[in-house]
């Protein structure tokens, strides 16, 4: 699939969310959020080899906790050898549970599937993440998450993070998150990273600005050499985003 009819198919995407908002019969119930932002970027890497990305989510939260939804993005990992089997287009659905626990304290158990229209560095990389979060308020969210077999590469993955938000005004808060990718059995080496963040919300409208930055740790030469032909985004390095969303 070439770059346009990537796009086409994401825009495409996009059209069918927004359609099925607008047909909720309680938007209550139904959530949505378009994005624009200036880097795609998950954790220590970018999705979209530093460049402008739209994203899409659409949710459905029933009253006893269960939620289920799906996110669209553009996506570029420019070292896909055949451009035409190259994947432009990331498809990531998503079901849970989410517990409330005393003390103010609430957990969710997710499912997320990442999906790809083509192939990432040359080879087919479909694969499950599952998470735990634990929330304590809108303050303080303690996230781990395991993937048996971390972009295709038979080989699992784990990520920890912990990220507090502080409201500085009723439209605006302060975030920081700090993680470490535990990926030298896939990739030959770890990956410490942190976020830091702000976001005024006016509205239905959010613009934010993030300083991300991440590094690479307990590198093994030999897994590393094979690993990163398969998989070898650019890592964040003091890099600066900015978003602008759109929430229904």
Known sequence: MDISTGISYLLRVLCGAFFLMHLSPSSADFHGTL?????????????????????????YEHKSGFYVGSS???????????????????????????????????????WTGYIYDGNV????????????????????????????????????????????????????????????????????SDYPYWDIGLAYSYKFLTLSIHYLDASETFIDPLVSE???????????DSAFVFSISAGF
């Open 35 to 59: 994005t624009a932002t200036t880097n795609n970027t998950q954790r220590w890497y970018s999705k979209n080899n530093n460049n402008f990305a739209l994203l899409a989510n659409l949710d």
């Open 72 to 110: 669209a993005s553009n996506i570029d990992f420019e070292a896909n050898e055949i451009e035409n089997e190259a994947a432009h287009v990331e498809i990531m659905p998503y079901a849970g549970w989410s517990f409330n626990l005393p003390n103010q304290l609430r957990l969710d158990a997710q």
């Open 121 to 188: 560095f040359g080879h087919p990389a479909d694969y499950n993440e599952f998470y735990l979060f634990l929330h304590y308020r809108d303050l303080i969210t303690g996230r781990i998450s395991v993937a048996e077999d971390y972009y295709g590469l038979g080989s699992y993955a784990i990520d920890y993070a912990l990220t507090g938000r502080y409201p500085i005004t009723d439209a605006l808060q302060f975030s920081a998150t700090f993680g470490y990718a535990q990926t030298q059995a896939a990739l030959g």
């Open 226 to 236: 094979e690993k990163h032909a398969l998989f070898d985004p650019p890592v964040l």
